[in-house]
């Protein structure tokens, strides 16, 4: 009688998940499809005084010709400002040397 008994809830414990799942299949949903996306990881440089920027990151970066309307100074001859996500780099133009940086408002 204990072997019965047992074999009957090790019978409920194995099928009930089946049966969810072939009651889920065949519900009122199962039209609906379901999609997954892939989470993406958005990681922002860290712009340190003293890094020297590679030509690639120079040509990413928007050059600010109108630097008053940002309240920044006038760069010193053979200095120019970029813009890199909310900060402004003041970099040498021929070195690509980074001098000051300062956060965006």
Aim: proline share 5%; no cysteine; charged share 25%.
């Amino acid at each position: 009688m204990k072997k019965i008994f047992l074999a009957l809830i090790a019978a409920t414990v194995i099928g009930a998940p089946m049966a969810q799942a072939q009651d889920f299949r065949h519900g009122p949903d199962r039209h609906r499809t379901v999609t997954v996306e892939k989470k993406r990881v958005v990681t922002t440089h860290r712009w340190t005084k003293g890094h020297r920027m590679s030509p690639a990151e120079r040509r990413r970066m928007a050059e600010v010709r109108d630097y008053r309307r940002y309240r920044l100074s006038a760069p010193p001859r053979g200095y120019h400002w970029v813009r890199a996500d909310n900060q402004f780099l003041l970099v040498g133009i021929t070195s690509g040397i980074i001098s000051s940086i300062i956060a965006g408002r």
